[in-house]
């Protein structure tokens, strides 16, 4: 944290004390938890605004009107404004206008885009020959890449089938589905492996604040320096 | 057997508080006992991170760093933001931060590491790096990027015009930028895919916590991101390719003895159930 | 009025939005739009935020049981609005500390708490009933090993990689071209006034 010496150390007992609090859920629900929890939650509100404030709405709102004239920007702002009608019952069907609008434009948007990257990029992905002979590698990679290759148009094609519920999966199909439906398995194995790394990540990071940087603030506050 | 039967019933039922226990001490004291041995090799999509910021002329255009991720996913991502501003500074390689972090968490996260690490290596604010602050929608922030940078970013995070950056003299939209890395903890990342390698062709590589790493490997095989650094792991890869281990390198013998005892639990708890099925005759 | 003229705001916006991708000469007006697109974007957020203070404000009048944490909520936003305004946001500041010291550790210690569920949750309900779920497990473990680099003598790490670029890879492609084609479907339906979920109950 930055900050004189002294107060850097105040800040960081201050989170320990902030972080052990929290982990006391583990036990069971307490009241420390429950104040750290709230005032986190007023701090992450109050951060939020003012940095909308400095990051969106004085530089594009305000400045544009204001000083540089561009009095269109007067749209969106009064288009913000009608959010607020959401609050009054009687009036509050005009928000529509300004949710149609940031609805659309986010929809429209990622029409073209979504189609390209996910769908049309990854087919062409997918298709890759399925023999590989390139004279400058061995007979053994040529035959592992074309064996990827086709791993990878079966595989997907497989994974698509199961997922494709408008046919019945059964005889060939329900062969074919089976096949994805075992390649989907061993992704979702994966993605639990990493999740598992993800989680216990986070509490690493936590145990090497409190039992590097806490530890060190006590150090220093006691032994001075 | 009935011994055996009736330990592994009563195991089933463990206090929970046991296991939470076990999980601490087995991630606290690797930290004082720098055990368990860990090897770490770079897996080739760290490798090919690494040499797409390496390739970056020293004093030259920019690397885009979009800082997009909060606190939650900070013990994985903030090692590897670490890691790759100590590559870019020690090089002599300009860096252009900015955050699309709806909160503005991540903003708050930059204006933290950034200075610090910049300050190690004596980089100059607005000469090697500059923050520009966040913009709150990917989507529309990405695509307007790739016009102009500036109009995107009226004032820097600090309320500084963006005219009047230095390293912004040469920069308008992506056509200066080599490259984007983003640092995301959610599906912020794939959002640089789909708007800026789709639509513009910029390069963009990818640090995400480990939970997507999974899900980004489609992106990676059809060469849409051209490196991927994921996890606590890959943090500690890419620490361990610029020969500067840190927070990502000492985390690694936690996670390991972490993995195992949850692996052990795994195990314990499929043999304890089939043990007492079995003694019940089913 | 109600309904028509945001269904057509939708339309009109998003009709131009979708196009401007294909016609390089739109690109100033779509900028523009961009802009405020954010412009409303922002507010929208913001509207989260009012309801927040709406909510813990009641708390405090209704004298709820938990009342005092709602004052501690709001006045610690007040906190954070005058460091902000008035202190800065620069490294050393109070917005800036507080950030750091107060709000990253809650959120990134309750996310770290997941490991402990976790661990118990693989305890208890992770279980091998069906080749399925067999098959996620070896993978899990495989993937849990090998991304360690541990078990080389045995190919572990090269079997971990195996998993994570061909089973895992066409795994998640079909779910990405599954689901890309879900989200550009449902975005021309919410477009062209097919899908009109985000007008609300209609009662107004």
């Known amino acids: 944290m930055g900050g004189a010496g002294g107060t850097d150390i105040l800040w960081t007992l201050l989170a320990g004390a902030i972080t052990i609090a929290i982990f006391s859920f583990i036990y069971r629900d307490n009241a ?53 009608t959401r609050f009054v019952p009687k009036v509050g069907w005009l928000s529509r206008y300004a949710i149609a609008f940031y609805i659309g434009g986010f929809s429209g948007v990622s029409i073209p885009a979504t189609l390209e990257a996910r769908v049309l990029q ?67 194995g994966a993605s639990f492996g990493f999740t598992v790394m993800a989680r216990v990540s986070l509490l690493i990071g936590r145990v090497q604040f409190l039992t590097r940087d806490v530890v060190a603030a006590i150090g220093r506050l006691f032994g001075g320096g | 057997m009935d011994v055996i039967r009736e330990i592994l019933s009563r195991f089933q039922r463990l206090d929970r508080r046991v296991l939470y226990t076990l999980v601490l001490v087995a991630v606290t004291v690797p930290f004082y006992l720098n055990w368990p041995p860990v090897r770490i090799s770079v897996s080739r999509e760290v490798e090919s991170a690494y040499q797409t910021i ?53 903003a708050g996260i930059a204006a933290e590491v950034v200075p610090r690490i910049a300050a190690e290596y004596g980089r100059e604010k607005d000469v090697d790096w500059a923050f520009l602050g966040f913009q709150p929608n990917p989507s529309v922030a990405i695509l307007q990027m790739g016009e102009s940078i500036r109009r995107t970013f009226p004032v820097d995070y600090y309320g500084k ?18 490259c984007v890395l983003s640092l995301a903890g959610t599906a912020v990342g794939e959002s640089w895919v789909t708007y800026a390698g789709s639509r513009y062709g910029l390069k963009v590589i990818l640090g995400v916590t480990a939970v997507y790493t999974a899900d980004i490997q489609p992106f990676y095989q059809s060469g849409q991101v051209v490196g991927v650094i994921g996890g606590l792991k890959g943090a500690a890869e890419y620490e361990t390719r610029i020969g500067r281990p840190a927070d990502g390198t000492n985390g690694m013998r936690s996670q390991k003895l972490v993995h195992y005892l949850i692996i052990t639990f795994i195990a314990l708890g499929n043999i304890a159930v089939w043990v007492t099925r079995k003694g019940e005759g089913r | ?156 790490p090269k079997l971990a990689s195996w998993i994570n670029n061909a089973p895992n890879l066409v795994s998640k492609r079909a779910i990405l071209i599954g689901v890309g084609l879900g989200m550009a479907s449902t975005a021309l339906k919410v477009v062209l006034g097919i899908e009109r979920s985000y007008l609300g109950s209609g009662r107004d």
């Open chain 1, 122 to 188: 990854q087919i062409e992905a997918t298709l890759k020959p399925l023999v590989s002979l390139d004279p400058s590698r061995g007979l053994m990679a040529n035959a592992l890449s074309s064996l990827d290759a086709t791993f990878l148009v079966a595989g997907t094609l497989a994974c698509l089938i199961f997922f494709f519920f408008s046919v019945e999966h059964r005889g060939r199909v329900g062969k074919i589905a089976y096949f994805g439906r075992l390649c989907i398995m061993a992704g979702f």
């Open chain 2, 54 to 106: 390496d390739a970056i002329p020293p004093h030259a255009n920019p690397l885009l760093l979009s800082i997009d991720y909060d606190p939650a996913s900070a013990a994985e991502l903030t090692p590897m933001t670490t890691a790759v501003l100590r590559h870019c500074f020690a090089k002599g390689i300009r860096v252009l931060v900015i955050s699309m972090q709806y909160s503005g968490q991540g």
């Open chain 2, 161 to 178: 015009p963006t005219d009047k950056i230095p390293l912004m003299e040469s920069v308008q939209n992506y056509e200066q930028i080599p």
């Open chain 3, 1 to 156: 009025m109600k309904t028509q003229v945001p269904l057509l705001i939708c339309a009109i916006v998003g009709g131009f939005m979708a196009v401007q991708y294909f016609i390089p000469a739109m690109v100033p007006a779509y900028d523009r739009i961009n802009d405020y697109l954010q412009i409303v974007y922002a507010f929208s957020i913001v509207l989260g935020v009012a309801s927040v203070v709406q909510r813990h404000g009641k708390r405090m009048g209704d004298r709820h049981k938990d009342w005092p944490y709602s004052l501690a909520a709001i006045a610690s936003m007040v906190v954070m609005l005058l460091a902000g305004f008035i202190g800065g946001r620069d490294r050393g500041s109070l917005f800036q500390n507080l950030f750091t010291a107060v709000l990253l550790p809650v959120q990134a210690t309750m996310f770290a708490l997941l490991a402990f569920f976790l661990a118990s949750a693989a305890f208890r309900a992770f279980r091998t009933r069906s080749l399925d779920a067999t098959v996620l497990l070896i993978a899990a473990v495989i993937v849990m090993i090998g991304r360690l680099d541990d078990g080389a003598s045995l190919g572990i």
């Open chain 1, 32 to 84: 420390a938890y429950k104040m750290a929890e709230h005032i986190a939650v007023g701090l992450s509100v109050g951060f939020l605004v003012v940095n909308y404030y400095y990051n969106v709405f004085k530089p594009k709102l305000w400045d544009n009107v204001l000083h540089n004239g561009q009095y269109d920007y007067l749209i969106p702002g009064i288009l913000g404004l009608i959010l607020f």
